[in-house]
């Protein structure tokens, strides 16, 4: 579904990312893990068109979007959900909501879109007047993912959904994200929490510096000796 | 004394609604881009002229022209922005400013000696028939003329706020003013938010423009004096707030007249710019505006 | 001294004495005035440029100095005022105002310096119309002469010059770039931004009001806000960024080109030399940021590379190869 062919990206002279390839399958989770300053979220930048890669090719669906602006990546079915959120927090959750049914495409289904996000987190439906701001942690992580499912994406990347959670809603957040993955939804998850996503993931790439250092079936990486002192010891 | 007081009151409450509509146009296109348009005054200028033009050759009534010249001045703000300021929409914020600014003092030059050579340095005003009609309550009158453009500068400001708050460009423009990045994963163009509210602010310059030619005059040198009202009220009323913006422009308004009538009138845009660098110094978040993180 | 430096101290000492002998070489009146016209704009770009160009400081209020130089000298003078000291009361006085408005005004930061020094000027500007409704004449308009007005200028702008070259290349000169490259990054090297923008305020205050005190000197009648005009400001300005800011030759190449414009346009097509002036002044600031000296720098370069490439072609490289 989504195939990335030996990309390097540059931040001005400062090259960040080295030839690194990954594949998303329909229908998979595939994580991506990795310390601190890896280039994970650089990846996930590149992939929605926030960054230009420099050399290399990214397409997703048979199409070459390595030079698509982000609104049109969006349109064509690829939704990300950034670093802690973004959320609008001048604005309503249900504004933000609409916010993320923007898109042609989904703007046509936009209630329906609207419960379903509100069937997968009630708690969204409960506070859909007030203020995206004045919202805790975890309600605004479930806004922000609430958001880019209104854009009906095909493939939904997701940048540390449990970053600054508590233990127990970090839980929660991976048993949700496996859900929307049983209901069809293909899934890129950008991960510190080494040890949850590789459980959660069909397949995980392990990147350090800028380079994809491994790759394997989730549980299996979770085995390697290497992972298990770097990341779980 | 006291009914010359209330009168002044009166029409400083009645001019301070136009200053506050010609703020709207700077402040929606600072807002959303962070361009600071100093031509503002000079697009305010164009739309009188259009209203001047329509009302003269075509007889209609300058009430009525209020569409035509915003058609125009989005027209122009849409060509302005695409040539000139999309090239510093990139920039980071401190330079974007400084290097809009800039240019825009640039434009102001060429818009003012453009309006030179089409209407020459003379003055233009526009009467229509029922320009000396006026009320009188509580001895105190009211202008016909004066009291429509209060209710046009109204209906400006209230169906801009109702646009931004319901309507999904609206919502467009308040998402990318809050986090473009955010903005724009959500599928919006945020390059065509730019264009369309530097369009936007232009087009309300326009209308602000045949209300200052229906109710004073215009000429080619007006500009930078529009552009430091619109600027006052802007820092009065902070930014990003549309009835901050407007009560900033009756504060202005007001602080003008007031001025008139307990010392000079021509002291009368000294005390707006008084207000203006104390404000600047003291307050430079704005009499309403809230201190942004 | 390197040759290049002879060579550049002949060619200004050659260029010195020609504008020193000028006034033996013509009589006519608006060739004098076309120069002292070029002299005025070259000071008041040059002292713009010590605090827009070198320190970074946008200020839209430039007029304000001149202004107060001229109001001064002016009303001194034709008070009855010997000319030499009413000259120098116009330079102190804009010192005073710079200083006494420096202190607020830079608690203003980037754009907010700009506009509100701008406030100040129209503040000014107003003001002094209101108080001085009256058009000021010359005292001496039956023996006016325009040489030893030709010599005032040229004597001022030589100073200006000197003064901005000498400040910029001193410790404070250093100091002042590095307030405009950041300020914070400045203070962290233990250079007072505050002082540098002051000392770079008070000299281009300073020069500013003394080219309003020649202004004063040479002007015959006149309102006396006019020199508080904002376009005193703006054109200055723009003559700053079309040479080049931040150098010492960018504001007499910029003022050179304005004057220059402005001739050969009025000839032709009348008044639209500020339409073209404001095109150029856009594109600049948009495209070229460092002005006509960053033109022709790169066209050095541009050419020095071509040479280079032209001497080494692959041709000959080849054909030394091939040498038994």
């Known amino acids: 579904m989504l195939s990335i062919d030996t990309i390097a990206v540059f931040y001005k002279e400062l090259q960040a990312i080295w030839d690194v390839s990954l594949d998303v399958n329909d229908g998979e989770i595939v994580a991506l893990v990795g310390p601190n300053g890896a280039g994970k979220t650089t990846i996930l930048r590149v992939i929605s068109g926030l960054i230009q890669p420099s050399a290399g090719k990214i397409s997703f669906q048979g199409q070459n979007i390595s030079h698509v602006p982000p609104h049109k990546i969006v349109e064509l079915g690829l939704s990300q959900v950034p670093e802690s959120g973004k959320i609008f927090t001048g604005m309503s959750v249900l504004e933000n909501l609409e916010l993320g049914a923007y898109v042609a495409r989904a703007r046509k289904d936009r209630s329906a879109s609207l419960a379903r996000v509100f069937e997968i987190f009630p708690r969204l439906a409960e506070r859909r007047n007030q203020l995206a701001g004045t919202l805790s942690g975890g309600e605004r992580q479930m806004l922000a993912i609430g958001r880019a499912l209104m854009s009906e994406p095909r493939l939904l990347m997701l940048d540390e959904p449990s970053f600054g959670l508590a233990p127990i809603l970090v839980e929660h957040m991976f048993e949700t994200i496996r859900k929307i993955n049983q209901q069809g939804l293909t899934i890129l998850l950008v991960e510190q929490n080494v040890q949850a996503s590789l459980e959660l993931a069909h397949r995980a790439y392990l990147l350090e510096n800028g380079r994809i250092v491994g790759e394997g079936k989730g549980k299996e990486l979770l085995s390697f000796e290497s992972v298990r002192s770097a990341y779980l010891a | 004394m006291f009914e010359g007081l209330s009168q002044n009151l009166v029409f400083g409450i009645l001019v301070g609604s136009l200053y506050g509509l010609a703020a709207m146009g700077l402040s929606m296109i600072f807002g959303v881009t962070k361009l600071l348009n100093v031509a503002h005054g000079e697009l305010i200028m164009f739309g009188g002229y259009a209203c001047f033009w329509a009302f003269s050759l075509l007889d209609i009534d300058p009430f009525l022209t209020i569409p035509l010249a915003m058609l125009a001045l989005f027209l122009i703000g849409a060509v302005l922005y695409s040539l000139i300021f999309s090239r510093t929409i990139k920039l980071p914020d401190e330079s974007k400013v400084k290097n809009s600014l800039l240019v825009a003092f640039g434009l102001s030059v060429i818009l003012q000696n453009l309006a030179l050579r089409f209407w020459t340095a003379d003055e233009r005003g526009v009467t229509p028939a029922y320009y000396q009609t006026s009320f009188t309550a509580l001895e105190v009158r009211f202008p016909l003329v004066r009291l429509a453009s209060f209710a046009v500068a109204l209906i400006f400001l209230i169906a801009l706020r109702l646009f931004l708050k319901n309507t999904y460009t609206g919502k467009a423009i308040r998402a990318t003013v809050q986090n473009w990045e955010a903005a724009s994963l959500m599928g919006i163009d945020i390059h065509k938010v730019y264009l369309l509210s530097f369009s936007i602010g232009a087009a309300l310059a326009g209308v602000a423009g045949t209300l200052v030619v229906t109710n004073y005059s215009i000429q080619p040198a007006m500009g930078l004096g529009w552009t430091m009202k619109a600027l006052i009220v802007m820092v009065l009323g902070g930014l990003g707030s549309i009835p901050g913006t407007f009560i900033g422009g009756l504060i202005l308004g007001v602080t003008e007249s007031a001025t008139s009538f307990f010392i000079n009138s021509n002291y009368r845009e000294v005390a707006g710019l008084i207000l203006f660098v104390l404000v600047l110094i003291f307050r430079p978040q704005g009499l309403f505006g809230t201190k942004e993180s | ?324």
């Open chain 3, 1 to 324: 001294m390197s040759t290049k430096q002879i060579i550049y101290l002949a060619l200004i000492a050659v260029i010195l004495v020609g504008l020193a002998l000028f006034p033996f070489m013509t009589q006519d009146d608006s060739t004098f005035n076309l120069v002292i016209l070029v002299f005025l704009y070259m000071t008041l770009a040059s002292s713009w440029n010590i605090l827009g160009g070198y320190t970074g400081q946008t200020n839209l209020g430039h007029a304000a100095f001149f202004g107060a130089g001229s109001l001064a000298t002016r009303l001194l003078w034709v008070g009855g005022f010997p000319a030499v000291p009413s000259i120098l009361a116009g330079g102190v006085i804009a010192v005073a105002l710079a200083l006494a408005i420096g202190i607020p005004a830079f608690k203003l930061k980037g754009v907010y310096f700009a506009i509100g020094t701008l406030a100040l000027a129209l503040i000014l500007n107003i003001t002094i119309g209101n108080v001085f409704p009256e058009m000021s004449y010359n005292p001496a308009i039956s023996d006016y002469q325009i040489v030893p007005r030709y010599y005032l200028f040229l004597g001022l702008t030589v100073i200006t010059i000197a003064a901005a070259y000498f400040l910029v290349n001193s410790r404070w000169g250093l100091g002042m770039m590095a307030v405009r490259e950041g300020e914070e990054a400045a203070e962290s090297l233990g250079i007072s931004a505050l002082r540098h923008k002051l000392l770079a305020l008070a000299a281009s205050a300073f020069f500013a009001g003394l080219a309003g005190s020649a202004f004063a000197y040479y002007h015959v009648s006149y309102y006396l806000n006019m020199p508080f005009g904002p376009e005193w400001t703006f054109d200055p300005m723009m003559m700053a960024y079309i040479g080049g800011t931040g150098t010492v030759i960018g504001p007499i190449i910029g003022s050179i080109f304005f004057v220059g414009l402005k001739q050969l346009l009025v000839w032709n097509v009348g008044e639209y030399h500020l339409i073209i002036f404001g095109v150029l002044f856009i594109l600049i600031v948009l495209f070229l940021p460092g002005g006509l000296v960053e033109a022709w720098k790169k066209y050095q370069r541009w050419f020095t590379r071509w040479y280079q490439r032209r001497n080494t072609s692959p041709r000959n490289v080849i054909g030394t190869g091939h040498l038994p």
